[in-house]
């Protein structure tokens, strides 16, 4: 057998396979540091009735500041503040129960004091389960008078009963959406 040697299989290292680059010592060089780059934003120079350098610096100051005030903590709070508000404003706002005697019992029925006062309702039949509050509002807002409409569902299940009301508080209006609406 013969023993074959090539300088194209010869390595530095006297190995057959090559050294990794990653591995192989680099000549040493003197270090440089790297070249400085200028900064994006840079101060601006001081503009004569516009600011000065020290007014720039204070109100970059001011909104650092600001910056650390405002947290999301901080706007979820007053969030929660004002629903809590309006919540307190709303049950301020609310009627009495109306009382209601049937079949010889007395009771108070909350529901009736959401409706306004001295209005006339339309009774809206064959309503599909589809069909919900802002539906029924929705078909009759185009007449002037229209002030709400309410979809009645089962307490237990909350599914439409297929009927609800709609209020007006212009009889002529009911009038006109009851042949329109019903035609």
């Known amino acids: 057998m013969s023993t074959v040697t090539s300088s194209q299989y010869n390595y530095l290292d006297g190995t057959y396979f090559p050294t990794p680059l990653h591995l192989q010592q680099q000549p040493s060089q003197p270090y440089s540091a790297p070249p400085v780059v200028p900064p994006v934003y840079s101060a601006p120079a001081a503009v004569p009735d516009v600011y000065s350098l020290p007014q720039y610096l204070q109100t970059q100051q001011l909104f650092e500041r600001v910056a650390q005030t405002i947290t999301p903590e901080a706007i979820e709070n007053v ?6 508000s309006e919540l307190e404003q709303k049950a301020g706002v609310k009627k009495k129960a109306v009382p209601r005697k049937a079949a010889g019992q007395t009771w108070e029925d909350p529901t009736l004091a959401e409706w306004p006062e001295n209005d006339f309702r339309l009774f809206c039949g064959n309503l599909g389960n589809e069909v919900n509050d802002d539906v029924l509002s929705k ?3 185009r007449f002037p008078s229209f002030n709400m409409a309410r979809v009645v569902r089962e307490k237990r299940t909350g599914k439409t009963k297929g009927y609800g009301f709609v209020s007006f508080s212009n009889p ?3 009038v006109v959406a009851l042949k329109e609406m019903n035609a």
């Open 79 to 84: 969030k929660a503040a004002l629903a809590s």
């Open 172 to 174: 002529s209006d009911l």
């Open 139 to 141: 078909a009759f807002s």
